[in-house]
């Protein structure tokens, strides 16, 4: 819940909110808008890789299979794998309606003979999927993965150990600090407004007074720990109102928004096997920036 997590993360030590809460209706259109950045090559590494190895890509998950992808936001490389694959069944998982809504209609009209089952579902929870009627293979494209914790990432694959015994999921990989800065902190400042939209976000669902105009986007490569770290900056000792909770923020203390993991393709490899995968298969892209590994359940 929204409230409950929101009055958790704000009242911890080093303030945090949850990114799955990034991805309202406007939260989406903006993701939406930085795939296509300059600067974000990561849509478009996976995107050139995803065509690059198409075949062999197809090959692994198989034809005809049903194929379960979470995260699956406006479902722009899945359009490739739809028609290589022709799958029996597409059931993209999203938190976000919206974006789940825009998708369905958009490959309904594209592919009319793909029967599409929509879950509108948190995968940081058991989700309840429909009945399956043939072999399952997840898909988890973008480096959502990323997004998760190491030890989440691992309850995360143990559960979609148990739905497909093989998964096609997208990583992105370490590369130059330089690089990842600029991904994150693009000109246009589209990372900045779709950061602070979880403010927004919060005050419009919840009735809360966070001025925006006194938080700033912050987002580095914590190299130690191999990822990017989003926050929201307090600019000013200020105290924010929600219901009868008030948080107060000293100038310069931040709200920690979102974990941007990189992982090599053997640190992903091991964290697959933990979680009993083998990582057989990897495609890259020309540049070797983005990863897509296809992964085995151990039997
Ligand atoms: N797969 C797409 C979108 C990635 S953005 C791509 O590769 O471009 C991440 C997507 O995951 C968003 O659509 C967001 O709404 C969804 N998402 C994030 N956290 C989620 C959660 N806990 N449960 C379900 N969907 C989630
Ligand atoms: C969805 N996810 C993989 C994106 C990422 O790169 O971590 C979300 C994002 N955050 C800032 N820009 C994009």
């Known amino acids: 819940m929204l409230k409950d997590d929101v009055i958790a993360g704000l009242s911890l030590p080093q303030k945090s909110l949850p990114p799955k809460y990034f991805y309202d209706a406007a939260g989406s259109r903006l993701f939406e808008r930085i795939c296509r950045l300059p600067e974000y090559y990561l849509t478009r590494a996976e995107l050139a890789l995803t065509r690059r190895h198409l075949g062999s890509i197809a090959r692994f998950a198989g034809r005809g299979c049903e194929l379960l992808e979470y995260g699956s936001g406006e479902s722009l ?45 948190d995968f940081s929870r058991p989700v309840t999927l429909p009945k399956s009627r043939s072999r399952r293979v997840v898909y ?13 990432a691992h309850a995360f694959l143990s559960m979609t150990r148990g739905q497909a015994a093989r998964m096609l999921v997208g990583v ?7 690089v990842l800065h600029a991904a994150y902190n693009d000109s246009r400042r589209v990372t900045a407004a779709f950061n602070l939209n979880l403010l927004a976000r919060i005050n419009r669902e919840l009735g809360a007074d966070f001025d925006l105009r006194r938080f700033a986007h912050y987002a580095f490569y914590n190299a130690p720990l ?21 948080f ?15 992982y090599s393709i053997e640190e992903f490899r091991a964290l697959a096997a933990d979680a009993g995968f083998t990582g057989k ?16 359940a151990k039997t």
Not at 140 to 152: A, C, K, Q, R, V
């Open 281 to 296: 298969k990897v495609w890259l892209d020309r540049q070797g920036l983005f990863a897509l590994h296809g992964l085995t």
């Open 77 to 121: 490389k899945t359009r490739l794998l739809i028609r290589a694959l022709r799958p029996a069944a597409y059931l993209p998982v999203d938190i976000s309606a919206d974006a789940l809504r825009a998708a369905t209609q958009r490959l309904s009209r594209e592919f009319p003979w793909l029967r599409i089952a929509p879950v509108h579902g």
């Open 248 to 262: 107060a923020f000293d100038a310069g203390e931040s709200i920690h928004t979102e974990n941007s993991y990189k």
């Open 226 to 246: 191999g990822r990017i770290e989003m926050h929201l900056v307090s600019l000013a000792r200020q105290s924010v109102r929600l219901g009868l909770h008030r």
């Open 140 to 152: 988890f494209p973008g480096s959502t993965i990323g997004n998760l914790t190491p030890d989440e």
């Open 172 to 178: 992105d990989l370490k590369k130059d600090a330089n």
